[in-house]
């Protein structure tokens, strides 16, 4: 699986290239409440809705103090508003209950699997969301899957699950070393671009030679798309 995942990172990296990092790590709790506004939603939408957010507040700790209607009418636009309000505030109230503050740097010191044991006890924090804190802010080798990253690696053959969350526990120990961010990024840009939910671009897919996809598109011509706007890339 190691080498597998090597190979497909390499051919990736060729055709879309070497994803930029920030120099800084995010703060992790910026990572964990902007993935939580993204569900279900574009990133230019839950981008809006967290700019709207952070320009409402001056830290997370007022936002606990903020009516769970208030908060769903600041990030409206990232849908859903009323279940993203009350799963940030509940969140926040946890934590602040458990921890007696609004921090999770105390996870930092955890390995990988502690991690995401600890941050997914939390009533509406799924193991994509921990594993973003993970990845962005820690900087840990690790990849989150997405249910785009969920089609592709199904599709490719390289895993068989029913779920985003059983493809994460299937990858995670054979991420190659230093590629969970450009693997994650460029598997995300992939999905997005060529192998789409339907009618994948399988002509133009650089991954096209390892992929057992049994119902493979091929056409002369694709109209080219561009989709590398990243929510978490931008906090
Ligand atoms: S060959 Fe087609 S189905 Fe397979 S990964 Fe590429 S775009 Fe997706």
């Known amino acids: 699986m190691k080498k597998e995942l090597s190979n497909i990172n390499n051919l990736l990296i060729q055709y879309f290239g070497l994803p930029v990092r920030k120099k800084e790590n995010p703060d992790p709790l910026d990572i964990l409440i902007g993935t939580i506004l993204s569900q279900n939603t574009n990133d230019k939408n839950s981008f809006k809705a967290y700019n709207n957010l952070k320009s409402k507040i001056k830290s997370w700790e007022e936002l606990i103090s903020i009516k769970t209607f208030n908060l769903e009418k600041i990030i409206k636009v990232a849908g859903l508003g009323k ?34 044991e600890e941050l997914t006890r939390f009533k509406g924090i799924g193991v994509k969301t921990a594993s973003c804190v993970l990845l962005f802010s820690f900087g840990r080798n690790v990849c989150p899957v997405d249910t785009h990253i969920q089609r592709i690696l199904n599709r490719l053959g390289l895993v068989k699950t029913k779920t985003p969350d059983k493809t994460y526990k299937a990858i995670v120990n054979f991420i190659p070393e230093n590629s969970g961010y450009t693997l994650h990024t460029n598997l995300l840009r992939l999905g997005r671009e060529i192998c789409l939910p339907s009618n994948p671009k399988c002509s133009i897919c650089p991954l096209e030679k390892l992929c057992e996809y049994e119902h493979k598109i091929f056409f002369d011509k694709f109209p080219k798309t561009e989709n590398k706007f990243f929510l978490l890339d931008e906090i």
Request: aromatic fraction near 6%.
């Open 83 to 116: 279940q993203k309000a009350r799963t940030i505030k509940s969140f926040l109230k946890n934590l602040q209950k458990k921890r007696d503050s609004i921090s999770i740097d105390y996870i930092k010191k955890m390995n990988n699997e502690m991690a995401i």
